[in-house]
């Protein structure tokens, strides 16, 4: 029994060591395995992680090109809107105000000139009539006067005067003419007719003349 022992301990031995080395190449196999499995999950995790930084990069970009558009979509209108609605209104306010200024202006003005005109016309034509009635008194006066003088070179004179007076009155507006032509032909006929007739002024003369020596 004691010759036996040293070939028991080792058989022992030497299956506890190739059990050992068996159990130390499994767990290294199994260490293996799970390095392959580490790495490979690693690799994979790597690769998702990856994608998903890439979507949610892409997600990410994709929402700030939406939200970019729709701002500049909403600026673009909102500006558009604003500034035709302000310009509408500052234009029809400058146009209003400058239509308003230019027409005040031009009826001002034109109120001044027609004023104006009609006082120098209103003036002018009461001239023109004071002068029209001198002239007209004034041909009556002479032509009167000129009746009861005697003699032919009164009554040529009357005729010249009344003739002279007539066209200047005839050189004046057409209404101062109608109001002085009778009285210009009615001092032309006058003096004609005395022209005419001088026998009859001289007698009637004389018999004023004979009647205003018997009152005095």
Avoid: A, W
């Avoid at 990410?60 to 939200?67: A, E, H, R």
């Avoid at 034509?125 to 041909?139: E, G, W």
């Avoid at 003419?177 to 001092?187: A, E, F, I, V």
């Amino acid at each position: 029994m004691s010759q036996h022992l040293p070939i028991y301990l080792s058989i022992y031995l030497f299956s506890y060591l190739f059990l050992h080395i068996y159990i130390s190449i499994y767990v290294s196999i199994r260490m293996s395995v799970y390095i392959y499995l580490s790495i490979y999950l690693s690799i994979y995790l790597f690769v998702s992680l990856s994608l998903f930084s890439y979507l949610s990069i892409s997600s990410f970009l994709y929402m700030y090109l939406c939200i970019y558009r729709c701002v500049c979509i909403y600026l673009s209108i909102y500006l558009s809107i604003y500034l035709s609605i302000y310009l509408s209104i500052y234009l029809s306010i400058y146009l209003s105000i400058y239509l308003f200024v230019s027409l005040s202006l031009f009826v001002s003005i034109h109120f001044f000139i027609s004023v104006y005109l009609s006082i120098y016309l209103s003036i002018y034509l009461s001239l023109r009539l004071s002068l029209s009635l001198c002239f007209s008194c004034l041909s009556i006066y002479l032509s009167i006067y000129l009746s009861i003088c005697s003699g032919p070179g009164p009554m040529t004179l009357s005729i010249y005067l009344s003739i002279y007076l007539s066209i200047k009155v005839h050189s004046y507006p057409s209404f101062f003419c109608l109001l002085t032509y009778p009285c210009m032909n009615l001092s032309i006929y006058k003096s004609l007719d005395i022209y005419q007739k001088p026998g009859k002024m001289i007698r009637k003369i004389k018999e004023l003349k004979r009647i205003l020596s018997q009152k005095n």
